[in-house]
């Protein structure tokens, strides 16, 4: 009985033994070779490229981090708080999205609303969001996807009163 599981395995022992040494130990060199080459092609550079691509989107998330706590240079809060008191939840909000540039669709009443947004830039939507969240809206549902343009967002919020 061979020592090896398959026929094909035991041929190709036959056939390395049947290698002069000088031979065997240049396909033992290739081999070696081959199993670096496959290590670095096929496990080292994809998990640097992925390290790499993760370090972007960490660098880029930390840069959008701080514009929104510090918010677009020259601008204002778009909604005071006492608009937001005064006024109707949905004046408020055609305020706020006014004043961000934001084309949005807002339909409710005084107490709740829901805004629908396509296409906006990010820069631009949270600000309107911080808005009114500093006018005392309180947020229920906050949906942001990819919009089919590049570098938007289409934005969903629902609003009420406290």
Same mark, same amino acid.
């Given at each position: 009985?061979? &020592?090896?599981?398959?026929? /094909?395995?035991?041929? /190709?022992? +036959?056939?390395?033994?049947?290698? =002069?040494?000088r031979? %065997?130990?240049?396909?033992?060199?290739?081999? *070696?070779?081959?199993?670096?080459?496959?290590?670095?092609?096929?496990?080292?550079?994809?998990?640097?490229?992925? %390290?790499?691509? $993760?370090? @972007?989107?960490?660098?880029?998330? @930390? #840069?959008?981090?701080? &514009?929104?706590?510090?918010?677009?240079?020259?601008?204002?809060? !778009?909604?005071?708080?006492?608009?937001?008191? @005064?006024?109707?939840?949905? @004046? !408020? !909000?055609?305020?706020? *999205?006014?004043?961000?540039?934001?084309?949005?669709?807002i +339909?409710g009443?005084?107490?709740?609303? #829901?805004?629908t /947004?396509?296409?906006?830039?990010?820069? $631009?939507?949270?600000?309107?969001?911080?808005?009114? +969240? !500093?006018?005392?809206? +309180?947020? =229920?549902?906050? %949906?942001?996807?990819? =919009?089919?343009?590049? %570098?938007?967002?289409?934005? #969903?919020? #629902?609003? /009420? &009163?406290?």
């Open positions: 009985m061979s &020592r090896f599981a398959s026929p /094909a395995v035991a041929q /190709a022992a +036959e056939w390395f033994a049947a290698r =002069s040494a031979e %065997r130990l240049l396909l033992k060199v290739l081999a *070696a070779l081959g199993l670096v080459a496959l290590l670095w092609y096929g496990v080292i550079q994809p998990l640097a490229s992925a %390290r790499a691509t $993760a370090m @972007e989107r960490i660098a880029l998330h @930390e #840069t959008l981090q701080a &514009r929104l706590k510090l918010g677009p240079p020259g601008v204002a809060a !778009a909604v005071p708080t006492a608009a937001l008191a @005064e006024g109707s939840l949905v @004046e !408020a !909000a055609r305020a706020a *999205a006014a004043a961000q540039g934001v084309a949005a669709q +339909e009443d005084a107490q709740r609303i #829901t805004v /947004a396509q296409g906006v830039r990010f820069d $631009a939507a949270m600000p309107f969001v911080r808005a009114l +969240e !500093a006018g005392g809206a +309180e947020l =229920s549902d906050l %949906r942001m996807q990819a =919009s089919a343009q590049p %570098r938007l967002i289409d934005l #969903t919020l #629902t609003a /009420a &009163r406290p």
